[in-house]
């Protein structure tokens, strides 16, 4: 009888053994897998909060302070809406600002930038566009100085 109790210990001690070698494996599993779905451990991290920030109202938006739109810098006028939804979608209004052509000039670009850059047909908007850039963005008259002329050249004494 006595035997059989010491195997009936046995197994038991053995039962018990597999038993928390189980329960450590199933933890040992459940972190893996949670280490795959979540790598960074996040769960362990302090949860950081973002700000958000209100968007302003559609108003403000397309705001025009002093004749100038807030948003692109672009002088309010006839034709700025459509400018601003179809220039400022691929480039900064910055861009067209300072570039300041004629008709042709502006023509000639818009067409080299639907050869190579991928720019939609304007349609009726392409005359918009151009009578807006030109009334508002023509070319500067004053640029560089003149070149010097009628000067008294002379040569320096050394």
Known sequence: MEDQDKFKSGIRSIYRLLSTLMVLFVITALGI???????????????????????????????????IHVRTGFKDAEGLMTVVNNCTNCHSAQLVIQNRMNEERWIATIRWMQETQNLWDLGKNEEIIVNYLVTNYPPKKKGR?????????????E
Do not use: C, M
């Open 145 to 157: 100085r003149e070149i010097l002329s009628n000067i008294d050249w002379y040569e320096l004494k």
């Open 33 to 67: 897998i949670y280490l795959i779905n979540d790598p960074t451990l996040s769960y362990f991290k302090e949860v950081e909060t973002t700000e958000y920030v209100q968007l302003e109202a559609e108003d403000d938006f397309d705001k025009i302070e002093n004749g």
